[in-house]
T-cell receptor, first 116, second 112 residues
Framework: EPEVTQTPSHQVTQMGQEVILRCVPI?????FYWYRQILGQKVEFLVS????????KSEIFDDQFSVERPDGSNFTLKIRSTKLEDSAMYFC??????????????FGPGTRLTVT | SQQGEEDPQALSIQEGENATMNCSYK?????LQWYRQNSGRGLVHLIL?????REKHSGRLRVTLDTSKKSSSLLITASRAADTASYFC????????????FGTGTRLKVLA
């Protein structure tokens, strides 16, 4: 069964460093998303991406964050200068069409980011 | 209450018993999904139910949706120790957003 994959599974970085989290969405999906979950808290939406552009972003997704689909398979989240509060589990998700018309969003296993 | 609140927050049952978790939300939705998360792991999609549906089944899972009460329930029948996990509902509001809004989750522990 097709699945969303993410690498690395765990990333440790120092405050102020740039990190890139990678995702390979399910191959015939058109919409891509990043969510994050701070330990013990809710899963929060960060950004959605369709047709090579951001379709929606949350207030969390500030100028420190960017997303890119550098080729036909990968979808990346870059955090330019990490802060301690960026420590969280980051989930990539994909769907065939937008959630507004009832598409399931399938999540990857997550990347645990630890900022020290 | 916030969009997507589950209750109870924690539930402990014996293997073989049924587990019922509830989710309430505030705004109109297109659909609602239930996910399972094992400790510190990824989110596993369980069921999606659309706003025009009232009930869906998948194996030992039964989901109901009452849009008039803005609530949903997830029933796991004949629970197993392997069902121990956190369960989240996630709603897709009708406000033209792409995001799903997650609830706070119910931590289910099934005792062998």
């Amino acid at each position: 069964e097709p699945e969303v994959t993410q690498t690395p599974s765990h990333q440790v970085t120092q405050m102020g460093q740039e990190v890139i989290l990678r995702c390979v969405p399910i191959s015939n999906h058109l919409y891509f998303y990043w969510y994050r979950q701070i330990l013990g808290q809710k899963v929060e939406f960060l950004v959605s991406f369709y047709n090579n552009e951001i379709s929606e972003k949350s207030e969390i997704f500030d100028d420190q964050f960017s997303v890119e689909r550098p080729d036909g398979s990968n979808f990346t989240l870059k955090i330019r200068s990490t802060k301690l509060e960026d420590s969280a589990m980051y989930f990539c998700a994909s769907s065939w069409w937008s959630s507004g018309v009832g598409a399931e969003q399938y999540f990857g296993p997550g990347t645990r980011l630890t900022v020290t | 209450s916030q969009q997507g609140e589950e209750d109870p927050q924690a539930l402990s049952i014996q293997e073989g018993e049924n587990a019922t978790m509830n989710c309430s939300y505030k705004t109109s939705i297109n659909n609602l999904q239930w996910y399972r998360q094992n400790s510190g792991r990824g989110l596993v999609h369980l069921i999606l139910i659309r706003s025009n549906e009232r009930e869906k089944h998948s194996g030992r899972l039964r989901v109901t949706l009452d849009t008039s009460k803005k609530s949903s329930s997830l029933l796991i029948t004949a629970s197993r120790a392997a069902d121990t996990a956190s369960y989240f509902c996630a709603t897709s509001p009708t406000s033209g957003t792409y995001k799903y809004i997650f609830g706070t989750g119910t931590r289910l522990k099934v005792l062998a």
